[in-house]
């Protein structure tokens, strides 16, 4: 194992959303990698700056940063190069090729992707419909969802909801218990798409374990723990999710972005789009 811990500056003119996002997702790359994160969000100034690269030489490491001024960022470059930090410029590559393509020039704007325009409200609307459909609430409305996760307990459905939610679609979770009828009319609903979910059922017991002792509970003889039980349940589940021909995604060892992809996947053939461009 390599013991050595590695710096690395995230730096950003806005929230720090973009350039936390491209390093998580690079980072994934080196599992054996020890890395501590120093984020500076909304640097709009020279002064601003100036402190952020101070803590830079304190601290040298790689430098990622999505900065749309022209002089700060040739600044930043210029004072990493002194340094001897390599330095990325996350989205300029990306924004050189669209510019090129387009014919057009960038309009170097702070933050124009958080505009709290008409798409902004509509995706806090998306957000909210999520957290009040959480769990089976509100189901009288279901049907104006666009997906409705169903699932035993634990089984990933409330983040996956809310990561639909991100990713700009309407989203409710109903979970399933066994002997109950599931509410709201789920089993009647047209216009949405819904997705089952499952998992193995050894997962299950440790997932619900590990909860209910964050809760403080105990876990021994819980039926909600037993892995006997679980399977009984599992089982009922997945025949009562085959019988209404419900698309059913195995979560046991797949992040909540890998099942939401297959979800939208499926919501995209469901409405007829061709291409996937989640």
């Not at 997906?147 to 307990?153: A, N, P």
């Not at 218990?177 to 979910?197: E, M, S, T, W, Y």
Request: a negative charge.
């Amino acid at each position: 194992m390599n013991a050595k811990t590695y710096q690395l500056h995230l730096i950003s003119d806005s929230t720090g959303e973009t350039v936390s996002s491209v390093s998580r997702a690079a980072l994934a790359q080196f599992e054996g990698a020890e890395v501590e994160e120093n984020i500076w969000s909304m640097i709009r100034t020279k002064t601003q700056l100036d402190r952020v690269v101070d803590e830079i030489r304190n601290n040298p490491g790689i430098v990622f940063y999505t900065i749309a001024d022209e002089i700060l960022s040739e600044i930043l470059k210029d004072e990493c190069g002194r340094m001897g930090l390599p330095v990325v410029p996350v989205i300029n590559r990306a924004i050189q090729e669209l510019s090129r393509y387009f014919g057009m020039q960038p309009s170097h704007r702070i933050g124009q992707q958080h505009e709290m325009d008409e798409d902004y409200f509509k995706r806090v609307e998306i957000i909210n419909y999520a957290l009040a459909h959480d769990d089976g609430q509100a189901t009288w409305d279901l049907e104006e969802a666009d997906i409705v996760v169903v699932g035993v307990s634990r089984t990933s459905k409330s983040p996956t909801t809310m990561y639909l939610a991100y990713r700009g679609f309407k989203a409710a979770n109903v979970p399933y218990i066994p002997g109950c009828d599931l509410p709201g009319g789920v089993v009647g609903l047209k216009h949405p798409l819904v997705v089952a979910l499952t998992i193995d059922a050894q997962r299950l017991v440790q997932i619900r374990k590990s909860r209910l002792a964050s809760l403080d509970h105990p876990t021994q003889g819980n039926e909600y723990t037993d892995e006997e039980k679980i399977t009984a349940e599992l089982d009922e589940a997945r025949r009562f999710f085959t019988k209404q021909k419900w698309p059913v995604i195995d979560v046991t060892r797949k992040s909540v972005e890998e099942t939401a992809a297959l979800i939208i996947q499926k919501y995209n053939a469901k409405k007829g789009v061709k291409h996937d461009i989640s």
